[in-house]
């Protein structure tokens, strides 16, 4: 039998973690809300630590390293400046909001150092950024017909204002298009560059 390569209390953990933030998260904002791939990937790395898969977290490293090293920039500047260098962290000062939903929302904050370390351990496959491409040219699409007045994921425009500048279709494969080139293609290399150096690179 092979020996484990992750802890069994981070797994433990992560797994108790996700049976409390996933009903208080779908009690809060509701079924849509999962289909973030912040969302997506907190369970995609719940699969990932259980089965110690190195495509499954770099899959969630291709999608999400990105946009949530972006969130913790700003959370983290807003707390210092009290100005938001980005947006997109407004929600974790709204005095309305439960204290308890804005306290699990920091998993934000963890995922990048979480998914650096387990690419560290596990090793890097390339594979990941094709699957967070497909993911993506199918998520986005259910996000911009289903409950478009959420604009989850930013579907029908960025921040979270839905655009009127060119008509729907033409920004939602814009945005395909963009994402898929400018940000998942540049964070493969970059993981696999840093994999490479760690010596873990892998398949």
Known sequence: ???MRLPLWLKLGWTVWLLVWAPLY???????????FCDIGNILIGAGLWLESALIVSWVGCGVLLFQSLYTIDL??????????IGGTEYMFDPHLSLAVRLLSLFHVVTPPLVLWLIYRLGYDPRGWKLQSVMTWIVVPVNYFWRPEQNV???RGLFYREQHVVPGAVYLLAYLITVTL???W???????AWAKREGRHGC
């Open 153 to 155: 994921n930013w579907a």
């Open 26 to 36: 779908w009690r809060q904002y509701g079924a849509q809300n999962f289909l973030y």
């Open 1 to 3: 039998m092979a020996a």
């Open 182 to 184: 400018l940000v998942y």
């Open 186 to 192: 540049p964070t493969h290399r970059l993981l696999a």
């Open 76 to 85: 983290l500047g807003t707390f210092l400046t009290g100005h938001h260098l």
